[in-house]
């Protein structure tokens, strides 16, 4: 932040419908979500001078912000994958904490699932063959080979086993199960992990992100709005962002995400140590997702991720760490880049508006001061961190 400038709140979040939602359009759950969160910040739409999207439209997000019947003066179509919302909250905070907009939405929607089922696209295995990815997709190196190949990579390294992985679903699940809104609560288990269809060794059906609809919607504002909210705010303590590589020949490490830097700035700039955080909201498209990112925010050391998701540290109820309190992408939804998803569960968390089966608790009992939501994009191309906490 600049010294002497504005600090910034989150006043307003909201999900649209989400999961299963077959009579609509990508453009309805964006209006949808920001009608929520203006709602839920009781703010009228006339304070928004800025505005933010990606994924929807041909010129993104001026179409989108025509069809919400917003003129903003500040704009923002920053698109890298998953991590977009995250990175996206880090440019708003800026341009609020230097007067270069008073309210900022950020908003998202997708049809994914139902695109799907309706034939109006298909599942895509790769990105495409232009630019070095040409190099890589004549051998056949999809999406999920390569957070597999990077899998792989953890446990020869690292000792990681196929059962610590398992784990991270089965606690999302856990979770899930807590949350009226997820897609899937039904309980599993690590073999239920292990014995489903193998999708890219060593990623069978559960390992992976689920596939829905839906979309979610971040108001984040200047402070002098505050006052006039509906809600009491969450402010934006440190955010911190970090492009890493496109091609899987240009990522140094595989054991290393780019978290490993957005983290670490975002945690310098919010002046707070990672022992301190009471939940954590990952992206995870994949359970190897979560476990490494975990390790580069700092919640363990490198290599310890495995033992770390053991015994139900990620848990919301009896856990050390709560981790995607929601489900997260691989149990409550994930209509495609789900980063803002992160931000809308962290925040009515630390509100303590999620309804007492899966609150979480600071360890004196009391509701959670601080939160982390990291969002990765590509096949860990990029990330973005936002440290988010309340007085």
């Not at 939940?279 to 925010?297: K, N, P, Q, S, W």
């Not at 310890?304 to 981790?323: C, I, M, Q, S, T």
């Not at 992160?342 to 001061?369: F, T």
């Amino acid at each position: 932040m600049i010294p002497g400038s504005r600090k910034v709140a989150v006043a307003g979040v909201a999900l649209s419908d989400c999961g299963r939602v077959d009579d609509t359009t990508p453009y309805a759950l964006h209006a949808q979500a920001a009608r929520r969160a203006l709602a839920d910040a009781g703010l009228d739409k006339s304070v928004i001078d800025g505005f933010a999207s990606a994924g929807l439209g041909t010129l993104a997000p001026a179409e989108v912000a025509e069809y919400l019947g917003l003129r903003p003066t500040w704009v923002d179509s920053t698109s890298v994958g998953g991590s977009t919302w995250e990175v996206m909250a880090a440019h708003a905070t800026d341009a609020i904490a230097a007067g270069h907009a008073n309210a900022v939405l950020l908003v998202y929607g997708s049809t994914a699932r139902a695109d799907i089922k309706a034939g109006r696209r298909t599942g895509n295995l790769s990105f495409g063959a232009r630019g070095p990815l040409q190099f890589e997709v004549p051998y056949g190196h999809t999406l999920i080979a390569k957070y597999a190949m990077a899998a792989r990579r953890h446990m020869h390294e690292h000792g990681t086993t196929i059962e610590q992985l398992a784990e991270v679903a089965v606690q999302a699940r856990a979770n899930a199960a807590l949350n009226p809104e997820a897609m899937f609560r039904e309980p599993i288990t690590v073999d239920d992990v292990l014995d489903g269809p193998m999708i890219a060794d060593p990623f069978t059906k559960l390992h992976c992100c689920i596939r829905s609809d839906g979309g979610a919607a971040v108001l984040l504002v200047a402070e002098e709005y505050v006052r006039d909210c509906r809600t009491a705010p969450v402010w934006v303590l440190g955010t911190g962002e970090h492009v890493s590589h496109t091609t899987m020949s240009e990522w140094p490490d595989f054991t290393v995400s780019p978290a490993a830097v957005s983290g670490r700035l975002a945690f310098e700039r919010a002046g707070v140590r990672p022992e301190e955080i009471d939940f954590a909201e990952i992206y995870d498209a994949f359970t190897y997702m979560t476990l490494v990112t975990l390790e580069d925010l700092g919640f363990c050391g490198k290599g310890e991720g495995g033992a770390f998701v053991e015994k139900g540290r990620l848990k919301v109820v009896g856990g050390e760490l709560p981790v995607n309190t929601d489900g997260g992408g691989l149990s409550a939804q994930h209509p495609g880049m789900r980063g803002l998803f992160l931000l809308v569960e962290a925040v009515r968390q630390l509100r303590g508006e999620v309804g007492e089966a899966r609150q979480v608790r600071a360890r004196d009992g009391r509701l959670p001061r601080l939160a982390v939501a990291s969002g990765t994009g590509g096949w860990f191309c990029s990330s973005g961190t936002v440290v988010l906490g309340r007085q």
